[in-house]
Structures are given as C-alpha cells and as structure tokens.
C-alpha cells in the first residue's frame, strides 16, 4: 500500500504564488503516475495536473496550463504542484493521487487508487 502525504498549503493573496508537495511512502512507490486534484466547497472533485513517474511526461489541462507546474524528485519520491498567479477560484483542498497506469483517462479520479488526505490552499482577494 501508498501512503501520500500532502504539505505547502496555506493562505495567500491573490497574484501569489504556492507550491504543494506529496511525499509518498509505504511500499515501494510504482505507480505509473501522480495526480493533483483539487476540491472546492459543494463542488464536484477536479483534475489539475499529472505526471508519468517513469519519464517526466506531464499532462496539464488547458484551464491550468501557464499558472500550474508538476514536477517530482523520483529519489526523494515526492511530487510537487507549483502554483502561480493564484486566485480566489483556486480556493480548495488540493489532494494527490497515486495511478497505476498512465494514458488516456489520467484525469478521472477512477483511475486513481490511492489518495492522500488533502491540504487546504485559500486564496484571498
């Protein structure tokens, strides 16, 4: 079993910049790929960033392209979401998420078998 283990999040001003880390642990982590989700309140869970831990490949959706950077260190085996001209509407709890595959479907939560507890990033205006 993984356990993931999210840090970095806080309260900053809108323009700001954050930056999440996910420290994975148990045993030996080999899932194929980390995602960051993100969940607002009343809100349905939603896909911000994944990445291939075997090659580096990312994949960021549209809406968070420019403003949202993954990125690991496969010896410390963390992961990293770097979060820049924050804004209100990013307001959630940001979680990480463990794949045991990459491909098409990386963004759904179903393809996910393990998650961390969350981290709250507020964004204030």
């Known amino acids: 079993q993984v356990q993931l283990v999210e840090s970095g999040g806080g309260l900053v001003q809108a323009g700001g910049s954050l930056s999440l880390s996910c420290a994975a642990s148990?045993?030996?982590?080999?899932?194929?790929?980390m995602g960051w989700f993100r969940q607002a309140p009343g809100k349905e869970r939603e896909f911000v960033a994944a990445?291939?831990?075997?090659?580096?490949?990312?994949y960021v959706p549209l809406s968070a392209q420019g403003r949202f950077t993954i990125a690991k260190d496969n010896a410390a085996n963390t992961g990293y979401l770097h979060m820049g001209s924050l804004r209100p509407t990013d307001t959630a709890v940001y979680y990480c998420?463990?794949?045991?595959?990459w491909g098409p479907g990386i963004g759904g939560t179903s393809s996910y078998d393990y998650w961390g507890r969350g981290t709250q990033v507020t964004v204030s205006s």
């Open positions: 148990g045993r030996t982590f080999s899932g194929q790929a």
């Open positions: 990445i291939n831990w075997s090659n580096g490949n990312t």
């Open positions: 998420a463990s794949s045991s595959r």
